[in-house]
């Protein structure tokens, strides 16, 4: 928890030297504004609403995650839980609210593909990597820069590129199987390799949905090892049911959200949160 603060703290010094105000070129020179985390929050929502042919999905929910921040959401099916991912990454249009991030990007203005290259990333349930391919060549493929026709793939990488693959590669716990096809990697093997390829991303905030489903005591203990030495240089929001990892991602300072008919329906430690009344008969009951 230490080696996270530190990195927090420095997350934030370099945040408020940066000012946060440079610019994001993608494509043909179009230029997309960065996010400015100067005061410390990486993701605002208030009175976000989105209905579906008369049911609210989500229903005035407001939401605030700090820069460099974990925060784990847990909730019962239905809660709201992927149709908020959705909106955070221009999925789903939200009906009402504001979306912002950092303190001056507006979410609801831009698409789904700006929204990513400005930083945000998301990790679905199920791992989706290029399985015919090598671990190495998908982290080459997931290399931030200009990808067109893939020809990344083909060209000699810089001596920095390896540097951050390598670092990748140790952090993901690949890096004995670099050269072998993600095809033939255990599930977990390719949940983190999928990871890795939203990390080389080099995202602001990361969005895992459910990120250690299927995998093995070992792996979901290293996954949360992983997610606690990312805090601090990334903000992290963790959706997940299985309450021993987020205890784990928790432990006794993190703040856990507790989602319910689209609305928090309550926030705090995750002793606390435990110990709600409501929380226990709508979720930890069951």
Known sequence: MEAGARASAAHAQRLAEGGGRRRVTIGRGLALPEPDFAHGVALYLEDLSVSFDGFKALDA????IDAGELRCVI???GAGKTTLMDC???KTRPDAGKLFFGSTIELRRFSEPEIAQMGIGRKFQKPTVFEPLTVLQNLELALAGDRRARASLFARLSGEQLD???ELLALIHLREHAHRAAGQLSHGQ???LEIGMLLAQNPRLLLLDEPVAGM???????TAELFLSLQGRHSLVVVEHDMAFVAQLAGAHRTVTVLHEGRVLAEGRLAEVQ???QVVEVYLGR
Not at 61 to 64: A, C, G, P
Not at 216 to 222: H, I, K, S
């Open 190 to 192: 390719k949940q983190w």
């Open 275 to 277: 110990a709600d009344p």
């Open 61 to 64: 929910l407001s939401l605030t």
């Open 88 to 90: 955070i990454t221009g």
């Open 216 to 222: 093995t005591d070992e792996e979901t203990e290293r």
């Open 164 to 166: 951050r693959i390598d």
């Open 75 to 77: 909730g019962p099916n």
